[in-house]
């Protein structure tokens, strides 16, 4: 019992980094991205995160991943969709939008009821097709469970960003493994950029500052190169198909409010890659 109690702390201190994340955004166009971290900073702003002077570099990324999901979750057309460790992310509640969508978030308890406050502030309800579920990724039942908003007949996607350099290569074997169980019951695709390879990690300097919020060496849960990457899913069963952020071209904004140069937005964007998994 000691040691679980101790693993959900451990979980608990990653949720802290989605405060980050959320300020990257608002460098963004991402839709309500401002909104959200205005309302964010009403609720419980962690000061501390918020002062650390992070690379510009690193919000140019944050949006490339966004919008890279973004793209292949659309070219996808499918309407179900669920959102792994989803922390403060504003797509579900853009998605939601569309009544035809059904958007599931699953993240640990304290980050999905700070969301619903935060959407309180934006809203004046919940969107009826955007569902907020309590849950651990590592757990089955737990997205069993968030998957009963669900048709069993039509397809879903699976999409998460910032997740899995935060665990262990056995803890992403057993998400990997929880998302097969899904696949072979709606069908459907697994979409990601939590390709954290060990030269972005060095190069941008985050080891440290992610290890002082959140207690994890991320350096030992990275991925060497792209092919090991896609070699360790392809374990799980899953066909990969894998495509660099630099296919987004010229669609990120963040550059140009950042006054990055273009040679600080390839070496960023040619180390982040986009996986589209489906059971083989």
Known sequence: MKGAKKAVKRYEKISTTAWFTAEGRTFSDIPYS???????????????LLSINHSSVSFCYIEAR??????????????????LASGFSPRGFSMAADE????????????IEKKRVVLSFMSQRLPKNLHLEHGNVLKLADLKAACRHFDANRQIAVIHEGLLRYLTFDEKGI?????AGLLRKFGGVWITTDVTLSNFINKENISGETRAITGIDITSNAFRDVDESKRFFESFGFSVDVHSLKELGDAL????????????????????????????
């Open 253 to 280: 904004v963040s550059p140009s409010k950042l006054k990055l140069s273009r040679k600080e937005v390839k070496d960023t964007l040619e180390k982040g890659y986009l996986l589209v998994m489906r059971l083989a």
């Open 175 to 179: 998400v990997a493994k929880n998302i």
């Open 34 to 48: 401002k909104e959200f971290f205005e309302a964010m900073k009403r609720v419980d702003a962690p000061s501390r």
């Open 66 to 83: 966004y919008k890279m999901i973004n793209t292949f979750l659309l070219e996808s057309r499918i309407k179900q969709i669920l959102e």
């Open 100 to 111: 035809t969508a059904d958007y599931v978030e699953i993240d640990l308890p304290q980050v």
